[in-house]
């Protein structure tokens, strides 16, 4: 599914995605990743949220955020509630969604100039 124009500049928006992949700009990505406006990070560990550690977290706390799209792959499933604890005890809100929303709300978020990380899991 097609989702935005890509003419913000060098701003990493979510082009397209589907199943096992998104298009950020002119890359497909085909495996985990973490993104930010202005960086993106396509060597993410965990490749299914049910390989998320405490550790996996660090990458994303070295983002900066202060909201972080969780893209947990086709359907919504959360993490262990201690994951998103430490998440939430660092002052870091996290919303938890299928990766197809979590694509679209990362492109709103950004585009309203938020301090948003989206963690997208491409498989189930």
Not at 32 to 46: E, G, I, N, Q, Y
Not at 59 to 80: D, H, M, N, T, Y
């Amino acid at each position: 599914m097609k989702l935005t124009d890509d003419s913000i500049g060098s701003i990493h928006l979510i082009r397209a995605y589907g199943p096992g992949e998104i298009r950020v700009g002119e890359q497909t990505v085909t495996s985990s990743c973490l993104l930010r406006a202005d960086k993106m990070v396509t060597d993410w560990r965990p490749q299914r949220i049910d390989d998320l550690t405490a550790e996996d977290l660090e990458p994303i706390f070295a983002l900066e955020p202060e909201i972080v799209v969780l893209g947990s792959g086709s359907r919504q499933k959360f993490p262990p509630t201690s994951l998103l604890a430490r998440l939430l005890s660092r002052g870091v809100g996290c919303e938890v969604m299928d990766t197809g929303a979590a694509c679209r709300t990362y492109n709103v978020l950004v585009s309203e100039d938020r301090r948003v990380v989206a963690a997208l899991f491409l498989q189930d």
